[in-house]
Nanobody
Framework: QVQLVESGGGLVQAGGSLRLSCAAS????????MGWFRQAPGKERLIVAA????????YYLDSVKGRFTISRNNAKDTVYLQMNSLKPEDTAVYYC????????????????WGRGTQVTVSS
């Protein structure tokens, strides 16, 4: 089992920044690819960013490219999502997830999920 706990969400004005963290515990964190997903009210959950166990293979949703950066620190068992130039449409609950093997954009290929952290961007 891997337990994931997100933090760092909050309310920010458009154009602002937030840094989300996801702390992992349980099995060896470095064995897992990690992803950040988000779900806005009434919408499906979708991938925002993902990276492999080394942090060397990275995926971004097109709408966040150039604004968001995913990274990980395996020594601290933590994955991060730096979010800059935030827009109201980034408002959502953000979840981190873990899976063994390579990165994936598919929700059903992730084995472990955190409970999420709310990000609200005001206009």
């Amino acid at each position: 089992q891997v337990q994931l706990v997100e933090s760092g969400g909050g309310l920010v004005q458009a154009g602002g920044s937030l840094r989300l963290s996801c702390a992992a515990s349980g099995r060896t964190f470095s064995n897992y690819a990690m992803g950040w997903f988000r779900q806005a009210p009434g919408k499906e959950r979708l991938i925002v960013a993902a990276l492999n166990w080394r942090g060397g293979v990275i995926y971004y949703l097109d709408s966040v490219k150039g604004r968001f950066t995913i990274s990980r620190n395996n020594a601290k068992d933590t994955v991060y999502l730096q979010m800059n130039s935030l827009k109201p449409e980034d408002t959502a609950v953000y979840y981190c997830a873990a899976r063994q093997g390579g990165i994936s954009a598919r929700l059903d290929e992730y084995d472990y999920w955190g409970r999420g952290t709310q990000v609200t961007v005001s206009s």
